[in-house]
């Protein structure tokens, strides 16, 4: 019977070549990559696409938010729990893996090419936190670690696998060539939760302890935010991008103010804080095309009722000390 393998495929250059490297022994692999609000799955379909490689793309998202909320072992540099969200990974994949009949599962990790999730010590606690310790192969390091029990039972011959160690990308970038891969996205990249700026937010909003929606989460990619001392959180759109973003993300409750008579942002106050307003309005004001120095008409719409109120545009000094 055919051996088969799931591989968690970044799209990265490793994980193309952990593909390529178990394809070579005539294992049959399917690709499997994961979305949330945090990071899309793009990268890997493009790589995918690339080597021919079919792709399984799952949503993960109320695993991966129930996660955030406390990772066991806590963040990275950002808000960042790459321990804690390999592991979901695998769990996941794993789960997959036996629903399926499938062998092992793949990653293209390399030993001790980051600092925080790739260093002996780490892959094993996401091995085996995962629940999958014996069934995860990392085929450009696997020689250098114990082997599973694919290569045990002579499904996965070890020593057609690599030992590639450190930081360093002159042993992927041969391979590559070897392989004829010529395109791949740089190996950082790509998960907001890494982004300092897009962390700030989320810790805002994460620190709230409200009862939270996933379009929360996405509302957080769009526009500049702003938090008032009673609570109310102001977005505001920096361009057309962002305004389109977030008239597509409001809900009925939303406040959502706009220019009457200038080109100027969508502003949305989401679920509506009345007292929010008064702010709101004078910050669309700040960031349209209109005088800073007189009184503006403002669009007001809320549960369906429109109306319009008058502002000036909120000061330089305001804007700083209530953004996020
Ligand atoms: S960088 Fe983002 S997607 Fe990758 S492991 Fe860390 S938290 Fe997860």
């Not at 403002?298 to 330089?316: D, P, Q």
């Amino acid at each position: 019977m055919m051996v088969k393998a799931f591989a968690l495929l970044s799209g990265g250059l490793d994980s193309i070549l952990a593909v390529k490297l178990v394809q070579k022994q005539n294992i049959e692999v399917t690709g499997l990559t994961f979305t949330t609000p945090f990071f899309g799955a793009d990268k890997a379909r493009a790589a995918a696409r690339q080597i021919d490689l079919p792709l399984i793309v799952l949503d993960i998202t109320t695993e991966h938010l129930q996660m955030l909320k406390a990772p066991r072992y806590g963040f990275g540099k950002n808000m960042n729990p790459c321990i804690d969200c390999h592991t979901l990974m695998l769990k996941i994949a794993g789960r997959k893996m036996e629903d399926t009949g499938a062998d092992f599962l793949i990653t293209g990790e390399v030993l001790g090419q980051r600092p925080m999730s790739q260093t002996k010590q780490s892959l094993h606690i996401v091995a085996k936190n995962s629940g999958y310790a014996d069934y995860i192969l990392r085929p450009l390091s696997a020689q250098l670690l114990e082997p599973i029990k694919a290569e045990r039972e002579g499904k996965v011959d070890r020593l057609q696998l690599l030992e590639i160690s450190g930081r360093g990308r002159k042993d992927q970038m041969r391979l590559a060539e070897e392989y004829g891969i010529r395109q791949y996205p740089p190996p950082a990249g790509g998960c907001l939760l890494t982004d300092p700026m897009f962390a700030r937010r989320l810790r805002d909003l994460m620190e709230r302890g409200e009862d939270r929606q996933i379009r929360d989460y996405e509302l957080l990619k769009y526009g500049r935010h702003f938090r008032m001392e009673t609570g109310e959180k102001i977005i505001v759109g920096r361009n057309s991008a962002d305004n389109d973003a977030l008239a597509r993300l409001t809900a009925e409750d939303d406040l959502v103010l706009s220019m009457a008579h200038h080109p100027g942002p969508c502003v949305v106050v989401p679920y509506g804080r009345k007292s929010a307003k008064a702010f709101a309005a004078a910050l669309c004001v700040r960031y349209s095309d209109a005088p800073n120095d007189s009184e503006e008409d403002v669009l007001c719409s809320h549960e369906g009722k429109s109306a319009t109120i008058t502002s000036k545009a909120a000061s330089k000094e305001d804007c700083e000390k209530h953004i996020i």
